[in-house]
Antibody
Framework: QVQLQESGPGLVKPSETLSLGCTVS????????WNWFRQPAGTGLEWIGR???????FYNPSLKSRVTMSVDTSKNQLSLNLSSVTAADTAVYYC????????????WGQGTLVTVSS | DIQMTQSPSSLSASLGDRVTITCRAS??????LNWYQQKPGTAPKSLIY???SLQSGVPSRFSGSRSGTDFTLTISSLQPEDFATYYC?????????FGQGTKLEIK
């Protein structure tokens, strides 16, 4: 069973770049779409974007100017960069895999809290 | 973006109750509607995909249906582990969007 684990600094200063990783174990990154989400405390879920194992990306237009996603198939790792962060970017960030049988998300990481503060 | 509106935003119910949560899309999304369950401090868990298909391992007391742009998640007989927040999500087009959530609490 595939497992996902997010990693990265829990605290980022305003105007800096948030950088997170997601390590995939128990399965291959290849031939799947991989997604990033975030969830501010006490609120709902926001889709940040997705990346295919080949590297092609689709970003949420609301964040597109600040988001970069990449994939390293040799390490089974994904990465997310979000630039010029503000307090509004404080949230729990999740990575998740597209299901092979449909357009939904069947495997999720546990999430990592990122706080933007000086 | 497609707006997903869930109702109610919160719901109190008792063990054994039948519960229904509704999600309305702002435009046609065919049957590209998924449901997730989230418990505090954990990631969302897939329950139902493409409106009515049950995710493997999910109890059969969970079911989903569609009527036009209205979608329903039904729990036939509430169990203690079902008290959580439920989200709908459209996968018809990007950006994928979620409803605001329905918090199901014990009465």
């Amino acid at each position: 069973q595939v497992q996902l684990q997010e990693s990265g600094p829990g605290l980022v200063k305003p105007s800096e770049t948030l950088s997170l990783g997601c390590t995939v174990s128990g399965g291959s990154i290849s031939n799947y779409y991989w997604n990033w989400f975030r969830q501010p405390a006490g609120t709902g879920l926001e889709w940040i974007g997705r990346i295919y194992s080949s590297g092609s990306t689709f970003y949420n237009p609301s964040l597109k100017s600040r988001v970069t996603m990449s994939v390293d198939t040799s390490k089974n790792q994904l990465s997310l960069n979000l630039s010029s962060v503000t307090a509004a970017d404080t949230a729990v960030y999740y990575c998740a895999r597209d299901a092979s049988i449909g357009d939904y998300f069947d495997s999720w990481g546990q999430g990592t809290l990122v706080t933007v503060s000086s | 973006d497609i707006q997903m509106t869930q109702s109610p935003s919160s719901l109190s119910a008792s063990l054994g109750d039948r519960v229904t949560i509704t999600c309305r899309a702002s435009q046609s999304i065919n049957s590209y509607l998924n449901w997730y369950q989230q418990k505090p401090g954990t990631a969302p868990k897939s329950l139902i995909y493409t409106s009515s298909s049950l995710q493997s391992g999910v109890p059969s007391r969970f079911s989903g249906s569609r009527s036009g742009t209205d979608f329903t998640l039904t729990i036939s007989s509430l169990q203690p582990e079902d008290f959580a927040t439920y989200y709908c999500q459209q996968s018809y087009t990007t950006p994928y969007t979620f409803g605001q959530g329905t918090k199901l609490e014990i009465k």
